[in-house]
Structure formats: structure tokens, C-alpha cells
């Protein structure tokens, strides 16, 4: 599975930006998916998922109410709509795929995938 994490960039405090993750290489349909960030000098982060048939989806305290997960399965693409940017949203943003049919999940070690990141940079 190849993914592809697209859509970040500088944007100010309390602005939106979503990003993109295109994925090839496996029926998209099948995958089970997920986010992660990392900031600098800190530990990867996950951040939100969603199960293959979108059926369970989970996020991190530190983005609910403000990010959503989506995915289109015509698009073989997911997304995540980040709004209310706040500086520590500022992270290199990865998304990840599950080798099997699971539900979602923000344990890192359960994803077999990995992207490029992203670059999202939160500042005024």
C-alpha cells in the first residue's frame, strides 16, 4: 500500500486547512486508516481514525471537536478537516493503513503503512 499525505501548510491560529491521503496499491475499501502527527523533539502522536467501512471512528482528546475524519471510497482518498488551529496543532502530519479489515484505532503499533508526512504550521 503507497499513501500520500497532502494539504498542509502555514496557516493562522483559528484558521482551517484539511488534508489529504491518497492511497494505491490495495482495494481502498479494505483499509482501515488513520492520522498521526509529530512536532518537533516530541513523540508521534495519533490523532484520529476510521474503520474501512467508516462504521467506528475514534480521535485523541486533543483534537475532538475541532478535526474530522472522512474518507471517500470512489477517491481511494481520506481526509481530515482541521479547524480551530491553535499553535501545538504545528506538526509534520502522517496518515497510516491498517494491513487487515479493523475497526478504528489510535494505537500506533496496529497500523502496517506509512505515508510521507505533511508539514502543517500553525503560527501568525
Known amino acids: 500500500v503507497q499513501l500520500q499525505a497532502s494539504g498542509g501548510g502555514l496557516v493562522q491560529p483559528g484558521g482551517s486547512l484539511r488534508l489529504s491521503c491518497a492511497a494505491s496499491?490495495?482495494?481502498?475499501?479494505?483499509?482501515?486508516l488513520g492520522w498521526f502527527r509529530q512536532a518537533p523533539g516530541k513523540e508521534r502522536e495519533s490523532i484520529a481514525a476510521?474503520?474501512?467501512?467508516?462504521?467506528?471512528?475514534a480521535y485523541a482528546d486533543s483534537v475532538k471537536g475541532r478535526f474530522t475524519i472522512s474518507r471517500d471510497n470512489h477517491r481511494d482518498t481520506m481526509y481530515l478537516q482541521m479547524n480551530s488551529l491553535k499553535p501545538e496543532d504545528t506538526a509534520v502530519y502522517y496518515c497510516?493503513?491498517?494491513?487487515?479489515?479493523?475497526?478504528?484505532?489510535?494505537?500506533?503499533?496496529?497500523?502496517?503503512?506509512w505515508g510521507q508526512g505533511t508539514q502543517v504550521t500553525v503560527s501568525s
Open positions: 476510521i474503520s474501512w467501512i467508516a462504521s467506528s471512528i
Open positions: 497510516a493503513a491498517q494491513g487487515r479489515l479493523g475497526l478504528a484505532t489510535l494505537e500506533q503499533e496496529e497500523y502496517d503503512y
Open positions: 496499491g490495495r482495494t481502498f475499501s479494505r483499509l482501515s
